[in-house]
């Protein structure tokens, strides 16, 4: 169960970077018609316009944000049934 937890914690973060580098992208680094958006490999859109790559970024951040909050309050929040763990 704690592997599981961390693995998804994992993936929640990968998810979380992935979205930082798209707004970075978008904000730094846009050349021409758009740009191919990928996620953990595979191809998500290849031609994504300009408007449209924050909207992809608020919905890969808000994606990988269910994947982090459980472990980051866990761990913050340690009820009386945790000392015992």
Sequence with gaps: MKLFKIMLFMLGACLIIKAGSLYWTYFNFFDGDGIGIYL???EIN?????????VYATAIALLGMPLILPVISKFFYKTHYDAGS
């Design 46 to 54: 290849d031609k994504v316009p300009i408007g449209y790559v924050p």
């Design 40 to 42: 953990l490999g595979l």
